[in-house]
């Protein structure tokens, strides 16, 4: 039943977006004004026509962005007038943005590497240098670093993330803090986040943090999409906008790579906010799971359930600190995820450059978009009290973001996970007398 009716989806959609593979020639972003929810609804619908939604948006707030290619600028931004959408051009070359990017990132590796080595938070640092990066602190800190390799994604990489602890994970009156990033190959400033994280509580604890050491055992996972990331950086003006996994069944398309891990989960994986062509950037997968890279980190939340407080998937782009459920009904906690989400961005936002929204913080579903099967929801639902999606600053530049935001984006963004840590060791706290 399952089978006959995606068969049926993909014979209607493959002549619909064709191959995933381009370069970015006739490329545009353009800006919408929205002025409500229904506005908003009907830019993720233009998703099933190819277009690539950079930015949601929020009705009287804040402006959608939509990436066309040349074959549909004409039809989408003509339906856009039919809705009486009010729309701007944000960025009239995207080809020469990409180009643009390379040569910011070239000069940036250069002059720093002339000057200081860069650490591989400082920058957007490859597979192999985050690798070395995670080996050499676990190698130097054996007392509180614990490197684990959960497995290999679909092309063959080892898949490893940090346990960090002063008790070696077995104090139980702990809560766990679990990070992950760039589950979203292009979504580069999201490592660096992760690794400096790992800086701050191993390399460069500072006295004001000793807490988050000693009464918080971390499990941080900077790379939870290797192949994908490693693609986008490989051409970076044809593959940088690359989004998923990068695993290929001739079975399923004989074109196009790849399933969105974070519509890879369960709970009601398939249903909404996907779609279900092998070529889209919101393809789900073949089933739930199919990726090995989501198996990962279920099995991840799985193995420590018992004591992870909060799950902590970091995005970009957008300010946005949002929880579950996807299909907008809200977890029964919700009042407190929206305690714990507001603190993180009431201490990040006054440090956040005149480039940068507020943080905003929501229900994923009701402030952006509708979902299924993405990791925040699944941690929720199999009982992660703190379960949610942190989007970080695109600075005007969307997933382009230059490399000389990254040293503050690292330092705002921890401020945020600091104060979600602290929380999640108080409700820990009052979650451990109440069941005992
Ligand atoms: C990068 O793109 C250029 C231009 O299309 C192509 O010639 C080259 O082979 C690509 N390189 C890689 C490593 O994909
Ligand atoms: C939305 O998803 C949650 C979590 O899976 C579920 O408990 C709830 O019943 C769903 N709501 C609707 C309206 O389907």
Same mark, same amino acid.
């Given at each position: ?23 970015? &020639? ?57 809705? +009486? ?23 940036? &590796? ?14 957007? @640092?490859?597979?192999?240098?985050? +690798? !070395? ?16 390799? !959960?497995?290999? @994604? ?15 994970? &077995? ?8 990070? $992950?990033?760039? *589950? ?15 800086? %701050? ?7 004001? +943090? ?16 290797? +192949? ?26 004989? /074109? ?17 906010? #996907? ?22 980190? %279920? $099995? ?5 359930? $018992? %004591?992870?407080?909060?799950?902590? $998937? ?27 989400? @507001? ?8 440090? &956040? ?13 009701? /402030?952006?978009? #509708? ?17 949610? /999606? ?18 503050? *984006? ?15 060791? /108080?409700?820990?706290? !009052? ?6």
């Amino acid at each position: 039943m399952c089978r006959f009716s995606l068969g049926l989806v993909l014979v209607l959609f493959s002549a619909v977006s064709g191959e995933q593979q381009h370069d970015y &020639k006739g490329y545009s972003v353009h800006g919408v004004k929205l002025q409500n929810r229904a506005d908003q609804r009907f830019i993720q619908t233009l998703e099933s026509k190819g277009v690539d939604v950079w930015n949601y948006g929020h009705p009287l707030d804040r402006d959608a962005l939509i990436m066309l290619s040349p074959e549909i600028r004409t039809e989408v931004l003509d339906e856009l007038d039919e809705r +009486d959408l009010t729309h701007y051009l944000h960025l009239a070359n995207v080809e020469e943005a990409l180009k643009k990017h390379e040569e910011e990132i070239n000069e940036w &590796k250069s002059t720093n590497s002339r000057n200081s080595r860069l650490f591989p938070f400082q920058d957007y @640092s490859r597979y192999a240098e985050i +690798d !070395a990066y995670l080996e050499r602190v676990a190698a130097e800190h054996p007392d509180i670093v614990t490197l684990v390799n !959960a497995g290999k @994604s679909f092309e063959g990489r080892d898949i490893k993330y940090v346990k960090i602890s002063t008790t070696n994970f &077995k104090d139980s009156s702990k809560p766990i803090y679990f990070m $992950d990033a760039a *589950m979203h190959a292009r979504e580069w400033v999201t490592p660096p986040v992760a690794l400096y994280s790992i800086h %701050r509580l191993v390399e460069n604890l500072r006295d004001q +943090d000793k807490d988050l050491l000693e009464n918080i055992d971390w499990i941080i996972l900077p790379l939870a999409n290797p +192949d994908g990331y490693e693609f986008s950086h490989e051409n970076v003006t044809e593959n940088r906008m690359w989004r998923g996994t990068r695993s290929f069944n001739p079975e399923v398309s004989a /074109t196009c790579y790849g399933a969105d891990i974070n519509r890879n989960f369960e709970p009601f994986w398939g249903t909404i906010g #996907v779609v279900h062509d092998p070529c889209s950037l919101l393809y789900p997968g073949s089933e739930a799971f199919s990726e090995p890279e989501t198996r990962i980190i %279920r $099995d991840i939340m799985l193995e420590h359930l $018992d %004591r992870i407080q909060i799950y902590m $998937d970091m995005h970009s782009y957008g300010n946005w600190v949002t929880f579950g459920f996807g299909n907008e009904t809200l977890p029964d906690n919700a009042v407190h995820l929206q305690f714990v989400g @507001s603190a993180m961005g009431a201490s990040m936002d006054p440090l &956040k450059l005149p480039e940068a929204d507020l943080y905003k913080v929501g229900n994923s579903a009701l /402030t952006m978009y #509708v979902t299924s099967g993405c990791g925040q929801d699944f941690g929720q639902t199999i009982g992660i009290p703190f379960s949610f /999606t942190l989007e970080l600053p695109g600075y005007g530049f969307g997933f382009l973001v230059p490399p000389r935001f990254i040293e503050h *984006m690292n330092s705002e963004s921890w401020e945020g996970i600091a104060t979600s840590a602290r929380l999640s060791r /108080t409700y820990y706290s !009052a979650r451990m007398r109440s069941e005992s």
